[in-house]
């Protein structure tokens, strides 16, 4: 019962991840194309390729970096991260409120930077499968910052 729990842990961020992006960002990919992109944007398709990467090295990693004395530590910041990340993709796509997507971005950003470090002091596996996931967030929020500096004037952009 005890591997079972870590498996679905592990997956967790994985299986939400899908269904962000299979009901409420459904929108996301024809939204992205219609887009000034900033400098450096990549193509539409790299994200689909990424973010399950993403998702299932930041489970494997919260499984690895728990343990019986910080686990409520590690929950409250693997939670708050994942929330944010979810949160992240509803306000940029299902609600096209893209000017406090980029502020929270930046606060993603830094839940998922602080996660990382914290991992490292538990467990440097952990922390490892953190990184990719923290220069993403990071590339993230400069997207975010630019698809909104370069399209917040059109009407497509904001509005639903």
Known sequence: MKYIKLVVEALLPFIGGNLIGKYAVK?????????????????????????????????VAFVTAKNKKNSKVINSLHYSQLGLNFLWSLLYFRYK???????????????????????FQTNKTSGSLMVPYVAWSGYASYLATGNWLLNKDKAHYTNN
């Open 27 to 59: 929108n996301a990919r024809k939204d992205y194309r219609q887009n000034v992109k900033p400098p450096l944007s990549p193509p539409g398709y790299i994200f689909p390729i990424v973010w399950p990467v993403l998702y299932v090295s930041m489970g």
């Open 97 to 119: 409120l893209r000017g406090a997507a980029v502020v929270e971005s930046f606060v993603l950003f830094t839940a998922v930077t602080s996660t990382t470090a914290t991992y």
